[in-house]
């Protein structure tokens, strides 16, 4: 799937960067990274996948590690392809693919030596039609899901970028302190997903309502304390990225930042109650609240942007984000009862076979 995903995104690069509506002066040096990134694909497909297998045996901070020395290899190849052999925004792309591979081959050697509960006999290595069709069953909607929402996020950049080169950097700038900080809200919702299917697991439902009012708090408390951080100090963040001589790139990322902050405890909830729900099987319900956030940043691209310009982008994702919420809220209260109908069934059948015996 990775490798088909890639040869069809490689060829389709040029005609995404057309309906993103790239401006013409920066083109050949978006394809170039497009293309590099696209090709490396595969590499982001089994660093995730074997990450997702070492946190599924409970171990969750060996892919931590992992992810830590890829950042430290991207960076300082970053430093040898862009500062020492001048390849620009190709060096950053080969950075980035080059170092996501090398995590994924020393995450597999990890697991190959470490986990002999995961290296399986002869029989094991074999293909199994069934297990595909039920991995594909649970992976297919969340991969939707996830899809879906880049193709509003998509949509939101396109609109963005229609406004010109100061906005696009403005928003490219404010999009990476923004992913940094989101880093611990999805973290978050992550665990939740392991913590529910658990729990749910071991037919105790309502240890699943304490672990979300405990992430609750996690969330609201981190919230109040990066909004200080954004507030106080958001023009210093954006000038780690921007020059400091570009003053209107650096207001309109700070802009950004600050509205987004304020909605963080938003998207920090619909991460918790998304995953939760993933967490349990319900990966098709689960679904929809990407439809959600979709349609909302396609109505701004659309209706908003034209009318009120940036100020339409910074509240394109706070916006899909409330409708998202909207839907997981009473979704989770339907997924939460169903879970408390098959404890209690599962419980009276334990009953009616003791009393049999």
Not at 208 to 216: D, E, V
Request: aromatic share 14%; proline share 2%; net charge positive.
């Amino acid at each position: 799937m990775s490798i088909m995903i890639a040869i069809i995104t490689s060829l389709l690069c040029s005609d995404i960067l057309d309906w993103m509506k790239t401006p013409e002066m920066i083109m050949n040096e978006a394809y170039i990274y497009l293309l590099i990134t696209f090709c490396g694909i595969p590499f982001t497909f089994f660093y995730n996948l074997f990450s997702s297998i070492l946190r599924a045996i409970g171990d969750s901070r060996t892919p931590f590690w992992f992810l830590a020395l890829s950042t430290l290899i991207n960076i300082l190849l970053d430093l040898l392809t862009i500062l020492l052999l001048d390849w620009g925004v190709t060096g950053a792309a080969i950075a980035t693919v080059l170092s996501q591979g090398i995590s994924a081959l020393l995450c597999y050697i990890y697991i190959y030596r470490k986990y002999d509960i995961l290296n399986g006999s002869k029989h094991d290595k074999k293909f199994d039609l069934r297990i595909a069709r039920q991995l594909l069953y649970i992976g297919i909607p969340m991969g939707l899901q996830v899809s879906i929402i880049a193709i509003g996020m998509i949509m939101l950049q396109s609109a963005n970028n229609s406004l010109g080169t100061v906005y696009i950097a403005a928003y490219t700038s404010a999009m990476r302190i923004k992913i940094f900080f989101v880093c611990l809200l999805e973290s978050l919702g992550i665990a939740m997903a392991t913590y529910s299917g658990q729990n749910y697991g071991a037919g105790k439902p309502e240890r699943i309502w304490l672990g979300i009012k405990s992430a609750l708090k996690i969330v609201i408390v981190y919230v109040l304390i990066l909004n200080i951080i954004v507030w106080s100090f958001s023009k210093e963040l954006v000038q780690l990225f921007i020059d400091s001589s570009e003053i209107d790139v650096i207001e309109n990322a700070a802009l950004f930042i600050r509205i987004s902050a304020i909605f963080f405890i938003v998207l920090g909830v619909s991460f918790i109650f998304r995953y939760t729900i993933q967490g349990v099987g319900y990966t098709r319900l689960a679904l929809f609240s990407g439809i959600s956030e979709m349609l909302a940043r396609t109505f701004v691209s659309i209706f908003a942007v034209p009318i009120f310009k940036f100020w339409a982008i910074c509240f394109g994702d706070p916006i899909a984000w409330t409708f998202a919420v909207l839907f997981l809220l009473p979704a989770f209260r339907y997924v939460y009862k169903e879970l408390e109908k098959i404890v209690e069934k599962e419980a009276v059948d334990k009953c009616k076979l003791f009393i049999n015996r």
